[in-house]
């Protein structure tokens, strides 16, 4: 959207509407200034376009047929003044388009190819369907989170679609724009899911090589195997966290739960009596609400906060003071992150759906009114 400010302002990039993480990657682009130019396909309808789809903020969006010779002109010609494009269908339908990235590069050296999939652009499962839960389970992520003797717990999509999705596609796009700035050559960005979520456990794999990692879960420092790294319920069926691994903090959680000079405490890094320790702690987090809790330990050095649901996030006080989220139109989002001291970002607008008269986006891009008019009769935009 024309106008953004941040440190992406001037850059513009050409999404391919899809659902997760593609929208997630190109939301970021736009959050930091870019101006992102959505295309869908004709006609349809569902929750990528619904004014709810917060990952869709901030850009405009037009439907383009690209079974359509005219439509692919038309998107061929976006392309020709961007500076990056994102697509996230299985390899080889672009190609077929004659868009793919040889084609692209033809007429935009300078442009980069965002290519987002779950398993990558080659290998052996590299045309099989999935989702995000698929592509954490073959990177070793999804076996590593659970409790001991249960199955793993999922992760939300965080892991797969927007943190070794979205978030990686982000990165080597604004990467590779770096090195063109450099080289004034393009080239391909080949995302996948599957690698980025192995990327997320390389702490994991160092832990492991060093023989401070076990493959069962729930006996690991961060997987909660550590009493002292750990969720406990509070008298009200409430929940806090604790993350008191360095001494001076360990110390603390046991000053403010009274456990300092409890008798017989086992040591802080006894494995063999870490469920002895998380039975202790239990206990006396059950002896106390939430709230009361929060009175005692939040703003201390033990390492504490409540776990809260997302109503209780954005009314918490250091969110609010942090301006953590935004409100657009009525709703609350998560505000643009990270955050910059110079070139700060515009505050998010509304998802957008497919505008019904293309001519006011493509104007912006170099397309006069006979020319949108002209592609329209052609079914550039569907509908004939």
């Not at 869709?56 to 079974?67: E, F, G, V």
């Not at 596609?169 to 990467?175: D, K, R, T, Y």
């Amino acid at each position: 959207m024309p106008g953004r400010v941040g440190p992406l302002s001037g850059f513009r990039v050409i999404e391919m509407a899809g659902l997760a993480p593609g929208p997630f990657c190109a939301m970021m682009l736009a959050d930091m200034g870019a101006e992102v130019l959505r295309i869908a396909r004709p006609g349809v309808v569902g929750d990528e376009h619904s004014e709810h789809y917060l990952l869709n903020r901030s850009r405009r969006c037009i439907a383009i047929d690209l079974k359509n010779s005219a439509g692919r002109e038309t998107l061929a010609r976006l392309l020709s003044s961007s500076d990056a494009f994102i697509e996230g269908f299985r390899p080889g339908v672009m190609e077929r388009l004659e868009l793919g990235p040889d084609d692209c590069f033809a007429f935009n050296r300078r442009l980069v190819y965002g290519r987002m999939t779950g398993w990558g652009q080659d290998g052996p499962l590299a045309m099989t369907a999935g989702h995000d839960i698929n592509y954490i389970a073959l990177s070793g992520a999804l076996h590593s989170i659970g409790r001991k003797g249960e199955p793993p717990s999922i992760p939300l999509n965080l892991i797969g679609d927007f943190g070794g999705g979205g978030m990686y596609l982000a990165f080597g796009i604004v990467c590779a724009l770096l090195e063109a700035s450099r080289s004034g050559q393009g080239q391909v960005v080949d995302a996948s899911m599957l690698d980025g979520a192995a990327s997320l456990m390389t702490y994991m794999f160092g832990l492991r090589a060093a023989g401070q990692w076990s493959d069962v879960r729930g006996e690991n420092i961060v997987d909660g195997g550590a009493p002292w790294y750990h969720i406990y319920e509070t008298k009200d069926g409430k929940y806090i966290s604790i993350a008191a691994f360095e001494p001076a903090f360990y110390a603390e959680l046991l000053r403010l739960t009274g456990l300092a000079n409890a008798p017989d405490l086992p040591a802080q890094h006894d494995r063999v009596r870490w469920p002895e320790l998380e039975a202790r702690f239990a206990q006396v987090f059950r002896s106390r609400t939430r709230a009361e809790w929060c009175a005692l330990m939040e703003g201390s050095d033990a390492c504490f906060a409540p776990v809260l649901d997302l109503s209780e996030a954005v009314a918490h006080p250091h969110t609010i003071a942090r301006r953590s989220f935004v409100e657009v139109a009525g709703v609350l989002h998560p505000a643009p992150a990270p955050r910059f001291s110079r070139t700060s970002t515009s505050d998010p607008t509304p998802p957008s759906v497919p505008e019904q008269q293309p001519a006011g986006v493509l104007a912006n891009w170099g397309f006069d009114a006979k020319e949108v008019a002209a592609l329209g009769r052609q079914g550039a935009f569907g509908g004939v």
